[in-house]
């Protein structure tokens, strides 16, 4: 395999002209200079970068190469137990200390505060620090300190956790879980990687001695294994110096065990996995070509990043035919996509993947097809005009990376830093890496991508793996049918790939502009311009990203004017009309001629509202207003799209109550709206009952009348540029001046409703869905007091039923107050637990409410939730997302979330929420759902 990486270093050599150089002399790909990289004596690496976006934020990270495949058969599960115990006390922040501070400081826990165990790596994260004192930079530092080598390891707080990792396992252990258990002995025979998932083994879990994981932490968490990575508005020569003298005396244990990296053995026969699971819903076939990863050593030259791009290309055109293949009037399968990637665990070997949903009894002809598209693209290779599509979109997208150089956040940083110490990954800087490729890319020969692919996709270190249904009348095709299958593609007669490409422009004749008959001063610093056909047009200039114009519609009606009897066919209405493409553009043949250009535009009929969303460079404005303009006014139909869509539809649906998820939405539907028609969902049986005709009649209602449209376009839109552009495509839309509004059909139950069914599952689970509603006063005041307290609520409960009870892996409460179609707040919470507990935790989920009533919020927990939302909302300003949700807000539904936040957030007292929560619940809308393996 080396081979392929040497040929793409030669590649280079002879496109760079280069021609009395080897390979190995190629000119190094440089490090960005601007981050700060240094080792300590001990063997410790550190990172460190001055960045400004956010403003007084930094990330605080600390990267192991350490996971759970370091572990033997009686430690399964410690690398990721032990990731869950740096969060439950530390030499300097003993118990939950750790926790509380951050969070006092506006670092919320889960969101903020994390991290990650893999096979092969472990990283800790405490983002978005506001770094506003020193004091803060020295703790945030003093945290990843303990973590790396002053855990304290309590006994108590090791079985405490004990029931949090349990219930997680049981949260996560769904059907591919399960599967992948099976199948992982399979595909990595003779590897470590076949029994390394991070979960681990419950009985290990529940049953190691206290020593063992102390042990394995003393032998892994050390410094030639860590990586320190500080990114953010600080300042640079400090915080280097402060790392020095606090992790410079860790000491390296003395005779360090060696940290090897396991390898995945070759296979000349095709390896075949197959595994089926009750809660399966559809078929899924994967075929691996594996293949050794790229050295590091050879990383750190101009050649691995060509390599990658000529990967990139051939990702990039395979998933394109494989798409149109998809959308074929009788598709061979659902869907179907490729990726190159770790040989799914392993960094060891990498693998040329490609993956297909198939139909139920149709997996043969399913992984037939996907295996076939392999075989074209290996025999005949790609052409030419699909390499000029695929250069033209890493070109554009490359350019607009090198625009908004100026704008990266702290996470993006980090996350190439992570990835350079645990991967050897090189990081350029921006600038450096669009002169490189923008020089190269032009000149790299089609050949030279086609003979890569060669290499990659062969006949040897083939892996098949099945995923099924477990279903008592489905046909599993057994490993002499998969083998067979293979022999027969391999042995067809197959037609090289046809690329029909149209070089018509989106519209062929620019269409009669209207006029700005009015130009006002809008909220929050926009400008509002009126044009002649009534669509109200919202500018907000901002200067967070240079290459980004975002851009958001509305107008009241949507599916709410609809008669119910018309249900099924609005329900399917966004997915239905988009198979059909815009103008004289086929679904297959849009993307083709919008190659290179970074736009989109889609149109979506909701419940209240009907809308066109899009984004786009700036240079490609005029295109999203065509796109846009098309949208209103030449939606295209195509039968052979739709047949392909019902087909597909109904393989998807077939076995979707193989799913218990399935079964607890359908129950919490039916809590919610009853049997109102507007609440159903979609089953396969329906599918052929959609009339296409009626879907498209109702699409065009809905857009033949852009009077009452108001468009909002945030970004950097240069005004003067722009406003010509709006009147030729926004100003030329269709208006018959129609008055309408929205109508409330999906009224909330009332009073109290309990639904507690009993579910066979395959891993015992219960599910529990509690639901609170309460009519009340739509204001800013109300909205933050329902979102404090889910927030509070989650903190109590995370204390309660997680940290003292281990009784879940967490509660979710969510709360919300929406002002249409009526005013209404609602909080939704959420949890899985053991089945044998589940009525337990509901009393002490209705504890924690009637608690809050009674004794109002906890005051320094009121205190870390303000904290949070006001850093967070002081950073989210500098976002165009957040002035186009704050546009939105205001022009739709008349309601500032701007003006006054800060304030409202810091005078909202305990009281305040205690007398609100009152409000909220005395209404007594008290709905639960719940489903459970266990009894009732």
């Not at 300590?40 to 495949?69: C, W």
């Not at 108590?156 to 956790?161: M, S, T, V, Y």
Request: proline share 5%; aromatic share 10%.
């Amino acid at each position: 395999m080396r081979k392929i990486f040497r040929k793409a270093l030669v590649a280079v050599v002879m496109i760079s002209g280069f021609t009395t150089a080897s390979a190995q002399q190629l000119p190094p790909v440089p490090t960005d200079p601007a981050v700060r990289i240094g080792r300590l004596d001990n063997g410790m690496t550190y990172y460190i970068r001055h960045n400004t976006r956010p403003e007084k934020q930094a990330d605080f990270y600390i990267a192991q190469k350490v996971g759970s495949i370091l572990e033997e058969d009686n430690q399964r599960g410690l690398a990721h137990f032990l990731e869950h115990m740096c969060f439950n006390g530390t030499t300097h922040f003993p118990g939950n200390t750790l926790r509380e501070y951050l969070e006092s400081i506006g670092v919320k826990f889960g969101t903020n505060l994390n991290a990650y165990t893999a096979v092969d790596e472990t990283v800790y994260n405490i983002s978005d620090v506001p770094v506003i004192r020193d004091g803060i930079i020295d703790s945030c530092l003093l945290i990843l300190h303990d973590w790396a080598d002053d855990l304290t390891l309590a006994p108590k707080e090791i079985d405490k956790e004990r029931g949090v990792i349990h219930e997680e396992w049981r949260t996560r252990t769904g059907a591919m879980m399960r599967m992948y258990e099976t199948l992982f002995p399979v595909m990595f025979a003779g590897s470590r990687y076949a029994y390394r998932l991070p979960i681990g083994t419950m009985e290990v879990v529940d049953n190691f001695p206290y020593q063992a994981l102390r042990d394995y932490y003393e032998k892994w968490y050390r410094p030639d294994q860590q990586g320190i990575i500080v990114v953010g508005d600080i300042d640079v020569d400090a915080v280097e110096a402060k790392i020095k003298n606090l992790f410079g005396p860790i000491k390296m244990p003395e005779n360090p065990a060696t940290r090897e990296y396991f390898p995945v053995p070759d296979n000349k026969e095709p390896i075949i996995a197959i595994a089926k699971d009750k809660e399966q819903q559809v078929a899924q076939v994967a075929v691996f070509h594996k293949h050794d990863a790229f050295p590091n050593e050879m990383k750190n030259n101009v050649g691995y990043l060509v390599y990658n791009f000529m990967l990139g290309m051939t990702e990039s055109m395979m998933n394109a035919r494989l798409d149109e293949l998809t959308q074929s009037a009788n598709p061979p399968f659902i869907g179907a996509g490729v990726a190159d990637g770790d040989f799914i665990l392993s960094k060891t070997k990498k693998a040329y993947q490609g993956a297909a949903v198939c139909k139920e009894n149709a997996i043969e002809s399913g992984l037939a097809a996907l295996m076939r598209e392999f075989e074209r693209a290996t025999r005949f290779g790609f052409t030419a005009g699909e390499y000029v599509r695929a250069k033209a979109d890493y070109l554009s997208m490359l350019e607009k990376a090198y625009n908004e150089r100026n704008n990266m956040k702290n996470e993006q940083f980090v996350e190439q830093y992570v990835r350079n110490f645990i991967d050897a990954e090189p990081i350029p800087s921006v600038e450096d890496e669009y002169t490189l490729m923008s020089q190269i890319v032009p000149n790299i020969p089609l050949d030279q991508v086609n003979q890569l692919f060669k290499g990659m996709v062969n006949d040897s270190n083939i892996v098949v793996a099945l995923f099924c249904p477990d279903k008592p009348d489905m046909k599993y095709p057994t490993e002499a049918d998969i083998k067979k299958v293979l022999a027969d593609v391999k042995a067809e007669k197959i037609e090289p790939y046809v690329d029909k490409v149209s070089d018509e422009p989106l519209l062929k004749e620019t269409p009669q502009p209207g006029k700005v008959v009015k130009t006002e001063p809008g909220m929050y610093g926009s400008t509002v311009l009126t044009l002649s056909n009534g669509v109200h047009v919202i500018l907000k200039q901002t200067d967070f990203k240079a290459d980004e114009i975002r851009m958001q519609s509305f107008s009241n009606g949507g599916t709410s004017v609809f008669d119910d009897k018309d249900a099924l066919q609005f329900k399917m209405i966004d997915q239905v009309v988009a198979l059909g493409g815009l103008g004289n553009f086929s679904a297959i043949e849009l993307p083709k001629v919008l190659a290179g250009k970074v736009v989109s535009a889609e149109s979506s009929v909701r419940t209240l509202t009907e809308a066109v969303n899009g984004s786009c460079a700036p240079k490609d404005l005029e295109t999203m207003l065509q796109l846009t303009y098309l949208l209103f006014t030449a939606p295209r139909t195509d039968q052979a799209a739709f047949d392909s869509f019902k087909s597909r539809m109904k393989a998807q649906l077939a076995n979707l109550e193989a799913n218990p998820q399935v079964a607890l939405t359908d129950s919490l539907n039916k809590a919610l709206y009853g049997d109102n028609p507007r609440a159903m969902r979609l089953k396969a049986d329906m599918i052929d009952r959609i009339d296409y005709q009626k879907v498209m009649e109702l699409y065009k209602d809905r857009f033949k009348d852009a009077s009452d449209f108001t468009f909002i376009f945030v970004g950097n839109i240069d005004p003067a540029t722009a406003t010509p552009l709006i009147e030729t495509y926004l100003g030329s839309l269709p208006s018959i001046n129609r008055k309408e509004t929205f109508h409330d059909r999906m009224e909330l139950r009332k009073g109290q409703y309990r639904n507690v069914f009993h579910k066979d599952l395959e891993t015992e689970k219960a599910t529990v869905v509690l639901v609170r509603t309460a009519k009340c006063d739509y204001n800013l005041q109300n909205q933050l007091m329902t979102s404090m307290i889910g927030q509070l609520l989650t903190m109590t409960y995370t204390d309660t039923v997680r940290e003292q009870e281990g009784a879940s892996y967490g509660v979710s409460v969510r709360g919300s107050l929406n002002k249409y179609p009526t005013s209404e707040a609602i909080i939704q919470i959420y949890f899985d637990t053991d089945p044998a507990r589940r009525a337990k935790m509901v009393d002490l989920v209705n504890k924690g409410i009637s608690d809050f009533i009674e004794k109002g919020p906890d005051a320094e927990n009121l205190k870390k939730v303000k904290e949070y939302m006001l850093k967070s909302n002081e950073q989210n300003q500098k976002e165009n997302a957040y002035w186009m949700g704050a546009l939105y807000n205001y022009y739709w539904a008349d309601d500032d979330r701007v003006t006054g936040y800060a304030n409202f957030v810091s005078t909202i007292t305990g009281a305040d929420l205690q007398k609100f929560a009152k409000t909220i619940f005395s209404q007594d809308n008290d709905i639960e759902v719940s489903m459970t393996s266990g009894d009732n």
